[in-house]
């Protein structure tokens, strides 16, 4: 005779495999959002070396010749793997009449010298003149986007005249 309450070997075994398996499920979630977290951190850094290795690139020895010493640093940089733009400009130096502010990163505007050159370096294109920011990266697109921004101290020489300005690196992925 069968013994009472006897559905089958699978039976007998279904209640404590339900919590087995929801151990299993709650495992495996666990370490996908673990994996997913630290694999957008790692993404994060990636752009931040990929920033300090344009900066690094372009500030050299913090001292910048002239537009040529200038191009030849830009073409140093090589191949990213996010869009940039880098240039020299003299907003947020010391003037005699006090800083010369800038409201937002979009309005800075790039530094030409008495040659006409614009001291601009780039990976995209630009949607206008080449002298502002924002003519690269639109506060738009930069909404819809993450944004690194670095400001470097460096001094231009321009007609033997040694100027203070910023290298402004602006990238964006």
């Not at 339900?18 to 979630?29: N, T």
């Not at 996908?32 to 951190?41: C, Q």
């Amino acid at each position: 005779m069968l013994a009472r309450g006897f559905i089958g070997p699978i039976g007998d075994d279904l209640p404590s495999l339900i919590p087995l398996l929801v151990g299993l499920v709650m495992f495996f979630s666990t370490f996908t959002l673990t994996f997913n977290a630290f694999d957008h951190t790692n993404r994060e850094v990636d752009n931040d070396i990929s920033v300090m290795r344009i900066s690094r690139t372009l500030q050299s020895n913090s001292y910048i010749f002239g537009y040529d010493n200038f191009a030849s640093l830009c073409e140093r940089v090589g191949t990213v793997n996010i869009k940039y733009v880098a240039g020299l400009s003299s907003q947020g130096t010391l003037h005699s009449d006090g800083y010369e502010n800038v409201k937002s990163i979009f309005d800075v505007k790039f530094f030409t010298d008495s040659e006409n050159d614009t001291f601009v370096c780039s990976n995209s294109e630009s949607h206008d003149s080449i002298d502002l920011v924002k003519n690269y990266l639109s506060l738009e697109e930069s909404q819809s986007n993450t944004v690194v921004t670095r400001i470097f101290p460096i001094v231009v020489e321009d007609e033997k005249i040694v100027k203070p300005m910023h290298l402004f690196v602006v990238a964006w992925k």
